[in-house]
Nanobody, 128 residues
Framework: QVQLVESGGGLVQYGGSLRLSCAAS????????TGWFRQAPGKEREFVAS????????FYADSVKGRFTISRDNAKNMVYLQMNSLKPEDTAVYYC?????????????????????WGQGTQVTVSS
């Protein structure tokens, strides 16, 4: 089983920025797509962003496109989510995820059903 550990969540003002990090172990990290999902209180978990195994292709939910950037460093087994221009509606628990294939498009298209492993989640709160 893969292990995923997130860090970098916290409190930020409207319009501010945060960078989330996810450290992976327990599987051949560079062979699999990774992504980020989020879940607000009382809401379903939703897709945010994904990146293919090589890091050459990225996918974003319409709600975050142009504001968030996903990246990865396969040499360090790390995936990141840079979040800029944050809004109160971005407030949620953010989860790092490893996909079942090398394709970031699979995570984008299928959402949670294409996730092999989840991190524990990290809280992001944006004040208004």
């Amino acid at each position: 089983q893969v292990q995923l550990v997130e860090s970098g969540g916290g409190l930020v003002q409207y319009g501010g920025s945060l960078r989330l990090s996810c450290a992976a172990s327990g599987r051949t990290f560079s062979s699999y797509a990774t992504g980020w999902f989020r879940q607000a209180p009382g809401k379903e978990r939703e897709f945010v962003a994904s990146i293919n195994s090589s890091g050459g292709r990225t996918f974003y939910a319409d709600s975050v496109k142009g504001r968030f950037t996903i990246s990865r460093d396969n040499a360090k087994n790390m995936v990141y989510l840079q979040m800029n221009s944050l809004k109160p509606e971005d407030t949620a628990v953010y989860y790092c995820a490893m996909g079942i294939t090398h394709l970031g498009s699979t995570l984008s298209a299928r959402g949670s059903s294409a996730v092999d492993s989840w991190g524990q989640g990290t809280q992001v709160t944006v004040s208004s």
